[in-house]
């Protein structure tokens, strides 16, 4: 679990792909103060596993459903990506709860910069729009922010300059695919809120209403 708050940018060091079996090394210095073997990082809001460390870098093992699911399959040696640990349970949470499982990519399609502020507007799916609710929290490349705007085809967050020199969404360029992850509360209301025999059939049908006296 994490917070949405970054730690550190670090820097891939290498990528390699080869068939199945895939594996990231990126250098870091923050995240490897306490780190152990099996420990949770997330890369860009992508939780991945230590497989190895040492000398400033660790090594994550990263499957083909990752890499078609996010961003990090178009990482390269020398890109900039957030890192973050996972919470500690006596640390504060200061951002909102990050499980690192991404839900899909989304575009950049406009940046404005606005006094000290830039808003950042970011295209996505209409399975994932659906999630995103104005004032409510979105973890962009897992940072944690909260939503400006929402359109029927994009979203717009607000960050400031901290938000920008902190972790790599300052150097973001409109055409870049970026990781996002919906708040994990609106996924699990809509999924309690539907009827067992809704969930299995997959929508409300005719038996289904007339079962329930309609």
């Not at 040492?54 to 990263?62: E, L, N, P, Q, S």
């Not at 300052?170 to 309690?192: A, F, H, M, Q, T």
Request: hydrophobic share 40%.
């Amino acid at each position: 679990m994490f917070t949405g708050i970054i730690e550190e940018i670090g820097t891939v060091s290498s990528v390699k792909q080869s068939g199945s079996s895939s594996f990231i090394e990126i250098q870091a210095k923050k995240v490897l103060e306490d780190v152990h073997i099996g420990d949770s990082i997330a890369v860009n809001g992508v939780c991945l596993t230590v497989t190895h460390f040492g000398g400033g870098i660790f090594r994550a093992d990263v499957m083909n459903e990752t890499l078609s699911r996010s961003s990090l399959g178009k990482l390269t040696s020398g890109s900039p990506v957030n890192l973050e640990r996972a919470m500690a349970a006596g640390g504060r949470f200061g951002g909102h709860i990050v499980s690192g499982h991404i839900d899909g990519t989304g575009t950049v399609t406009d940046i404005k910069n606005d006094g000290i502020a830039v808003w950042y507007t970011v295209s996505a799916a209409p399975e994932l729009l659906r999630y995103i609710v104005e004032k409510g929290s979105i973890a962009i490349d897992g940072i944690s922010l909260t939503v400006a705007k929402v359109t029927e085809t994009s979203f717009s967050v607000s960050i400031i300059p901290h938000t920008a020199s902190q972790t790599i969404l300052g150097s973001r360029k409109v055409g870049d695919i970026v990781n996002l992850e919906n708040d994990i509360i609106g996924k699990y209301v809509e999924k309690l809120m539907k009827p067992a025999e809704e969930q299995k059939s997959g929508g409300i049908t005719m038996e289904f209403l007339m079962k329930n006296g309609y």
